[in-house]
């Protein structure tokens, strides 16, 4: 949290003048108090259970030239409409940009929201200048045209804003969308498609009887902030219809803050095919996973076997290595309803696409982020943020210089925190080398391409990327928009 803030949220008005030593008596405080709290990772926010009587929304879906205009609409997110923010106009969310690799992208933003926003294409390589940059802002009533080489493998990537120390807020009132790249590797599998293939955009909401609420308190800082209703493509507790065949979900985690681990109710098996950055090499076919803030999912599930009446519901497991606040209780996410007996042919593939595992030897260089020291420490010299390297979020300041095309380890060291950070990194790919502490392993949802890593308190992960060579500076980040907004974002120029 920033000092200014937390001041104003203590309680203690611009005009409050507190001489240096009782400020810090009075951090110092805090500091007791929340540790008297269960501990530094704070406390969770419990789901309410939903009655899933509401259809599951699509997003529409547009071509890789599209406008999308910010602005503040009503949606029907929980039975009737509230007050949100949407990419147009009735409705939360954006539309789902689909387009194959190759294609040029141009994309407009129009701003008719009160303050600026812009738009970071997250999982793409793109030029620094259209990778909604926290700086490079569209102003209030200004539009920009977003144009870049779609020049990525197949995958589930999506957009969200990126302002400096608004993205949160942005988020969390109904900015996001999907951006789909398909490929001709991927269109030889002939995975289940149309209405067999189901984007989930997973998030957590306060609902009032108006709109979304988002004011953190100091705690909701701390833990990002976490909502009470899960909403999936903008609707409280859904149901959908499926038919008995192979289904196609394809999962992004939009929330904040919160975690998921899925699971079906009936314990039946979830196949992953792909995660962050397009396919895995492999099928790994496992009965839950977690599901972190950015981190996206391709899924097949077999509904083949049920009968008509049948309901089952993707659900949050409880888990535990995530801190005090994260993963205490299980919950219902969406609720499927067996509608129709069909045949189907399709079997899964052994082998989905070709990917070459890196190798550590072939890094020129291995940079260490000490992620632990977050949370309220009471450090001298600014303390009670979220940081890396001891450093917060400053525009103005390179933190790392990386040569364009070169390989390089960089490791994520949580092994001293109590909170769990998962960490993105813009216009890259990584590959998960290894997890020491905590679960100790590289997870199989973790193979293949990512672009955002969970870090547990006590772990440390080791992420080998190969840098292509877009010149300009580029930011990485927790992706517990709470903790970004508060600091816990760094800058690499590459060159
Ligand atoms: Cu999805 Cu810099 O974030
Ligand atoms: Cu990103
Ligand atoms: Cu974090």
């Known amino acids: 949290m920033r000092r ?101 992208a141009a994309i407009n933003l129009q701003n008719k929201l009160a303050e600026p926003t812009n738009i970071h294409w997250h999982g793409l390589k793109i030029p620094s200048n259209m990778d909604g940059y926290p700086t490079d802002v569209v102003n209030v009533n200004s ?31 109904g900015l996001a969308g999907l951006f789909i790249v398909n490929d001709p590797e991927e269109l030889t599998l002939n995975l289940p498609g149309g209405a067999y293939e189901i984007p989930l955009v997973i998030q957590d909401k306060r609902l009032s009887a108006t709109g979304i609420t988002y004011s953190p308190s100091m705690m909701d800082i701390m833990t990002g902030y976490m909502g009470d209703s899960i909403i999936v493509n903008g609707v409280h ?30 314990n039946a098996d979830m196949i992953i095919i792909g995660n962050d950055a397009g396919l895995l090499k492999n099928p790994a076919t496992v009965r839950s996973v977690l599901l972190a803030p950015g981190e996206r999912l391709d899924v097949l599930v077999n509904f083949a076997g049920l ?37 189907d042919i399709f079997t899964v593939p052994s082998t989905l696409s070709n990917i070459i595992s890196l190798n550590a030897s072939g890094a020129v260089k291995t940079r260490n982020f000490n992620i632990s020291n977050a949370g309220m420490s009471m450090g001298m010299g600014g303390g009670m943020r979220h940081r890396i390297n001891d450093k ?50 590289v997870i ?3 193979a293949g391409w990512k672009d955002t890593v969970l870090v547990m308190p006590g772990e440390i992960v080791k992420v080998i990327i190969p840098f292509e060579d877009y010149p300009g500076k580029f930011v990485f980040h927790c992706h517990n ?15």
Not at 149 to 161: D, E, I, K, T
Not at 307 to 317: A, H, K, Q, T, V
């Open 237 to 266: 507790a859904p149901y959908t219809e499926v038919s008995t065949r192979y289904y196609r979900l394809r999962i992004l985690n939009g929330s904040n803050a919160r975690i998921y681990n899925l699971t079906l109710s009936n």
């Open 143 to 173: 539009s920009f045209s977003y144009q870049f080489l779609v020049n990525q493998r197949a995958g589930l990537y999506w957009y969200h804003p990126h302002p400096d120390g608004l993205t949160a807020k942005q988020v969390f009132q």
């Open 444 to 446: 199989a949802s973790e």
């Open 481 to 495: 928009l709470e903790h970004e907004d508060d600091g816990m974002m760094l800058q690499y120029q590459l060159s």
């Open 307 to 343: 009968s008509i009446g049948d309901e089952l519901f993707l659900e949050n497991r409880t888990f535990s290595g995530a801190g005090t606040a994260q993963g205490k209780q299980a919950f219902k996410i969406m609720k499927f309803k067996i509608t129709q007996v069909v045949s």
């Open 4 to 104: 200014k803030d937390f001041i104003k949220t203590a309680g203690l008005g611009t005009g409050a003048i507190l001489a240096g030593s009782s400020l810090t008596a009075f951090l110092a405080g805090c500091g007791k108090s929340n540790s008297n709290m269960g501990g530094m990772g704070g406390t969770p926010v419990n789901v309410i259970d939903g009655n899933f009587s509401q259809i599951l929304p699509i997003p529409n879906v547009v071509g890789e030239n599209a406008t999308l205009i910010a602005q503040t609409t009503t949606a029907n997110v929980s039975g009737t409409g509230i007050s949100v923010l949407g990419y147009q106009a009735n409705g939360i969310l954006g539309p789902t940009i689909r387009t194959n690799k190759g294609s040029n």
């Open 392 to 441: 917060v979020f400053d525009a103005t300041r390179i933190d790392e210089i990386v040569n364009a095309n070169t390989v390089e380890i960089w490791v994520f060291d949580n092994s001293q925190g109590d909170e769990p950070h998962p960490m993105h990194i813009h216009a890259v790919q990584f590959q998960v080398l290894q997890r020491t502490g905590g679960r100790n392993q």
